[in-house]
C-alpha cells in the first residue's frame, strides 16, 4: 500500500520557488518523485472494461483525473460507499489516461493538496528514458554463481570502512558500479528444497521477497559486499529464512524510490554506510542510476543457499 509521503514533501518543496525562482532541484526532485510515485485512480469495472472517473471543475467546464497519494486520501473524495475503487498505478499511466480521455489535467488529494499538476511537467514525467538491453546476451547460471561466490569487492568495502568517506555519495556509486555487492532474501517457509545444486530459482517459488530494515518511522533497503557481511546481520531464531543473492543496484535503488523508502544500508551491525533517499534520488537521470554491466540483468531470477 503506497503512501508517497516523499513526493508529498516534494510538492509542498515546490512553493519554494516563488521564494527562490532558481532553483530548479526543487522541480528536478518532483519530477522523479512523481515518475517513481504509485498513485490511486478511481476505476470500476464494466462490460467495456475498466473505467475511470474525471471530475468537472471551474463550473463544470473542465474535466480533470483525479489522483491521491493513498487510500486515505481516495476515501476522504469517494467515502467507503462509492461505485468506484482505489486503482493503483504508476504515473506514466496516468498521463497516458489523461492523453486517451482528452482531459485539462491531473490533480492530486483533491480534498487536502489539491495540486494541480503542471502539463509540461506531464509532459516529462510520461517519456521513457529507459535503455533497452534486449540485444545483449545474458550471463549463464554458472557465470551468475561464480560472480555470487567470487570475493570481488575488496575495494567497496574498504571504502565504507574508512570514515572520512562517510558521506562521499559520489564516491559511493562509482565504487558500487565497479562492484558485485550482494541482497538478502528472506521467506516465511523454507526454500532448501527447491534447491538445486544450492541454486534456487524465482519461478520455483513464486518469486522472492527483499529482507530490508523498518521501525515505526523508516524503511531501508540493505546491501552486502560479502557472505560474511549477511551472515552478520541475519537475526537469530527470528523463525524466517534467508538467502543469499547477487545483486542489480540499480534495480534496488529503483525499488527504494517507487516503495517510498529512506535509503539504502551497506552492511547493517557491521561496518555500515547510509545512502540516503536524496542521493538516490540525485542520481537518478532516468536512463542509469549507475553503471553496472547489463548482462547480469538476469541475477535476480537465482537465490543461494548460504
Do not use: W
Amino acid at each position: 500500500m503506497s503512501s508517497n509521503n516523499y513526493l508529498i514533501k516534494s510538492i509542498n518543496a515546490l512553493e519554494n520557488l516563488a521564494k527562490d525562482p532558481e532553483d530548479s532541484k526543487i522541480v528536478t526532485d518532483f519530477i522523479f518523485e512523481l515518475k517513481m510515485s504509485n498513485l490511486y485512480v478511481p476505476g470500476m469495472d464494466s462490460e467495456d472494461g475498466l473505467i475511470f472517473e474525471t471530475l468537472l471543475l471551474d463550473d463544470g467546464n473542465l474535466a480533470y483525473l483525479p489522483l491521491f497519494s493513498s487510500e486515505e486520501e481516495f476515501y476522504k473524495c469517494y467515502g467507503k460507499d462509492s461505485e468506484y475503487e482505489p486503482i493503483e498505478n504508476e504515473f506514466e499511466i496516468y498521463a497516458a489516461i489523461a492523453e486517451e480521455e482528452n482531459v485539462s489535467g491531473i490533480i492530486i488529494d483533491i480534498e487536502s493538496l489539491c495540486f494541480e499538476v503542471p502539463p509540461e511537467i506531464i509532459e516529462i514525467a510520461k517519456e521513457d528514458f529507459s535503455i533497452s538491453y534486449d540485444d545483449i546476451p545474458t550471463r549463464s547460471l554458472e557465470e551468475i554463481t561464480q560472480a555470487y561466490e567470487s570475493d570481488v569487492n575488496g575495494d567497496l568495502l574498504n571504502f565504507i570502512e574508512d570514515d572520512e568517506n562517510d558521506e562521499d555519495f559520489e564516491g559511493i556509486m562509482v565504487e558500487l558500479s565497479y562492484s558485485s555487492p550482494l541482497n538478502l532474501v528472506v521467506s516465511e517457509e523454507p526454500l532448501d528444497e527447491f534447491a538445486e545444486n544450492g541454486v534456487i530459482r524465482a519461478s520455483d517459488v513464486g518469486g522472492f521477497s527483499l529482507c530490508t530494515m523498518q521501525d515505526e518511522q523508516s524503511s531501508f533497503a540493505i546491501l552486502f559486499t560479502d557472505k560474511d557481511a549477511i551472515l552478520k546481520a541475519i537475526p537469530e531464531d527470528d523463525g524466517l529464512h534467508y538467502y543469499g543473492q547477487l545483486t542489480r543496484v540499480s534495480e534496488l535503488f529503483e525499488y527504494v524510490l517507487r516503495n517510498d523508502m529512506d535509503g539504502v544500508v551497506i552492511n547493517p551491525n557491521g561496518s555500515e554506510f547510509f545512502i540516503p533517499r536524496s542521493e538516490i534520488l540525485s542520481q537518478a537521470s532516468g536512463i542509469e542510476l549507475i553503471a553496472e554491466d547489463a548482462s547480469f540483468r538476469n541475477c535476480l531470477e537465482y537465490a543461494f543457499i548460504l
